[in-house]
């Protein structure tokens, strides 16, 4: 990768046309991608429509010009437009808490303290709070809400997990057995069927005074789902302490709590955290599933855009902007997440738990 | 006994026991304002629901299914198609994923370059999208008699996609169980030699050959012809064949490749665990590249790539569920009209975890038993 123009030829020929085997599969390859590369190409660029509006787009090219109109409806969908400084305040307060979480030399108390108050104040802000109506939720929608409810999911969860992680590896039988059942239970059930949950019985179940909404009740249910996943990883992390840790400290006369929160939790989430990255981009591609209960998050947005009578039809394009987003986000944070297992490693952060952490593990 | 449940329960009894009380008693609280709910809007719980009549059609199901048939044949229809869209997933997703992740490892630059492009691709969007954008897709695809045949008899229209069907002509009904029965026959042979460890190369050969001999002397027998059927244009519509809905054929193709791009990672990563001074030894011990591959780095691999692989599969399988998104009646979409028409929902729910759960459960411990076949040694437990 490093190697600089007069020797980045020769490797490409070696590369390329190497062997007879090797010049084969290379014509085989551009065969087939001549078949499909240029009529996405007359698609996407040649026959597309940049500006204007429906009238002007024909069906044989993209049309661009939808995006251009729609763009606002699909990163924010219903909210007030006069108000869209709070949802984009909201992206701007959680973008600032992920980029400051992703650098080890702040990992800290105060970091674990910043996380609960930028949820609350994006609640807030969302809500609509110091203004004269508030916002009710089924007007949120779009890259706001799917980051919000994914980072408070995610937040709630994980503390959750740990004490679900503690529990299945503690020598108490009661709290283990309800551990084990909890985490397999989740793990066995698919979150579309945990958002119907959230969308048929709670409501049946909570007593009658009380009722809560469709937003809010998603995310209780997910929190809970992605707890077992969590706990799951975390538990990875805890098996791959030296028994002789816990013992010693013991014999310094630390009591139980102590001796995990001190001792033993630092290092065992220090080792997962690149696990629990991958795990965090497979949840944000899972928001999506909202959508599945009448949620506007980032697709649903898109899709609903694509629905409107004025521009209808343009399914491709809004779901393209739609990937490109994604793609952008969760191929960073990937990015991230190597990095930062490179760094890990050679940090003398204590040992990689076996295969543990490797890019096949992630969850969607 | 008294001795070793202590041992097991641990210390902190009492707080533990309040914890599991007051678990206890907030799903009870939830069980009967669920009642009460039910009680209030007029509706009997239990799983009497299921053998009153369902007034809803099913697009399509394995099984004969008419509105009017039962709630219980409704829910055994959807199951089926789960568990068709999985099972099918999950194979073609083997071979695609295997065929993708050694590409990806080819010399090859231009290949392995588009391997990777295609893998982060299909890792980095959600799997709903892919549905929907496969979904468009299909829809988008043109009409049967405007559609051109693929390899002469595949065809691709927005009815869904044509394929040629296999099936016998004329033979006698018994002929499959036969075929089923020598089969098994056969690898009970196998499976029965192997455990009393006098499996060798030649017994081995000779199952294989019964197993398909057996079929071929009842072909000729028997008289009776598999026949291919092909798909062809006829009049306004194409008959013949077997027809995939768009749905299902957009809800199998964008598991396939989601899962294929999963699986395709996690065989890289098994490859690429075992070390090179492996390939360099057995190369010096003068096997070739066929046989290194199949003797010293696949047996190494596959105790890393089974466990990954089983998650892929149980997750496919969950996975399948977002078939509700998109109009394909599986378990899920079944279930929730259920749930709809007729308001027993916590029932409806407890039928479609407990189908999931079982599944995974049966699922796991058929790959944990692979998986006790290739892992070391040394590490079964």
């Known amino acids: 990768m490093t190697a600089g123009p007069p020797r980045l030829l020769p490797a490409l020929r070696a590369g390329l046309f190497g062997t007879r085997a090797n010049t084969l599969i290379t014509l085989a390859t551009l065969l087939v991608l001549s078949q499909v590369v240029p009529p996405l190409l007359r698609w996407a660029v040649l026959d597309a429509t940049f500006s204007g509006n429906a009238g002007a787009c024909t069906r044989e090219g993209a049309c661009w010009a939808f995006v251009a109109a729609k763009l606002r409806f699909i990163l924010f969908a219903f909210y007030p437009p006069d108000l869209q400084w709070r949802p984009v305040l909201v992206m701007l307060l959680l973008g600032a808490i992920l980029a400051a979480s992703a650098v080890p030399r702040l990992w800290g108390r105060p970091l674990i303290l910043a996380w609960p108050l930028t949820i609350l104040a994006c609640w807030l802000l969302l809500q609509g709070a110091f203004t004269a109506t508030p916002i009710p939720s089924n007007q949120w929608g779009g890259l706001p809400v799917t980051l919000f409810v994914w980072a408070l999911c995610l937040a709630a969860a994980t503390p959750i997990a740990i004490l679900l992680a503690l529990a299945r590896r503690s020598t108490l039988g009661g709290l283990r057995t309800f551990s084990v059942l909890y985490i397999e239970l989740m793990r066995g059930t698919p979150m579309v069927a945990i958002l119907y949950v959230a969308m048929l019985i709670l409501p049946m179940a909570l007593p009658d005074g009380l009722s809560i909404d469709k937003m809010l009740r998603a995310i209780v249910m997910v929190t809970l789902f992605w707890a077992a996943y969590i706990a799951e990883v975390i538990r990875a992390g805890l098996q791959a302490i030296p028994h002789g840790q816990a013992e010693a400290a013991t014999a310094l006369g630390l009591g139980y709590w102590r001796t995990q929160r001190l001792v033993i939790l630092p290092q065992a989430l220090r080792i997962v955290i690149p696990g629990l990255v991958n795990l965090a981009i497979g949840f944000l591609l899972a928001t999506s599933l909202l959508a599945v209960i009448g949620i506007f998050d980032l697709l649903n947005a898109a899709r609903a855009a694509a629905a409107d009578p004025q521009w209808l039809g343009f399914y491709n394009e809004a779901y393209i902007v739609v990937a490109v987003i994604y793609f952008a986000i969760c191929f960073g944070a990937s990015r991230y997440s190597r990095w930062l297992e490179r760094r890990l490693a050679g940090g003398g952060a204590g040992p990689a738990p076996a295969g543990g952490t490797s890019a096949t593990s992630r969850k969607e | ?381």
């Open chain 2, 1 to 381: 006994m008294v001795e070793k449940i202590r041992a097991w329960w641990g210390g902190w009894p009492l707080g533990q026991l309040a914890f599991l009380l007051a678990v206890g008693a907030l799903g009870a609280l939830f069980i009967a304002n669920v009642l009460e709910t039910m009680a209030r809007i007029g509706i009997l719980p239990g799983f009497g629901f299921l053998s009153s009549s369902a007034n809803f059609e099913i697009g399509e199901s394995p099984i004969a299914f008419r509105a009017g048939d039962t709630y219980r044949r409704a829910i055994l229809a959807g199951l089926l198609n789960t568990l068709k869209v999985s099972l099918l997933g999950c194979v073609l997703a083997t071979i695609l994923g295997v065929a993708v992740g050694i590409a990806g490892l080819s010399r090859n630059l231009l290949l392995s370059r588009l391997v990777r492009w295609f893998i982060e691709i299909t890792r980095n969007t959600p799997l709903l999208l892919q549905l929907f954008f496969w979904m468009a897709l299909a829809k988008a695809l043109p009409a049967p008699r405007q559609a051109s045949a693929l390899f002469g008899s595949v065809f691709l229209t927005n009815r869904g996609v044509y394929i040629p069907s296999l099936s016998l002509e004329g033979g006698p009904f018994g002929l499959a169980a036969a075929l089923v029965l020598t089969g098994l026959a056969s690898l009970a042979f196998i499976l029965v030699l192997r455990a009393a460890g006098r499996l060798t190369r030649r017994s081995g050969t000779f199952a294989v050959m019964l197993a398909l001999a057996a079929p071929l002397a009842f072909l000729v027998l028997s008289g009776a012809r598999p026949a291919a059927e092909l798909p062809a244009l006829s009049g306004f519509n194409i008959r013949g064949g077997l027809n995939l809905s768009p749905e299902f054929a957009a809800l199998l193709t964008g598991l396939v490749v989601k899962f294929a791009a999963l699986i395709a990672e996690i065989v890289r990563a098994g490859i690429q665990s075992v070390g090179t001074g492996q390939w360099e030894a057995a190369r010096a011990l003068g096997l070739h590249d066929g046989q290194i591959i199949r003797l010293v780095v696949l047996p190494q691999a596959l105790r890393v790539i089974t466990p990954l692989t089983t998650s892929s599969y149980l997750d496919l399988t969950k996975d399948s569920s977002l078939a509700v998104a998109i109009g394909f009646p599986d378990l899920v979409s079944i279930v929730n009209t259920t749930a709809n028409t007729t308001g027993q929902s916590l029932e409806a729910l407890i039928i479609l975890i407990g189908a999931f759960l079982t599944i995974n459960l049966a699922l796991s411990v058929l790959m944990n038993v692979y998986n006790n076949r290739v892992a070391l040694r040394g590490s079964r437990r």
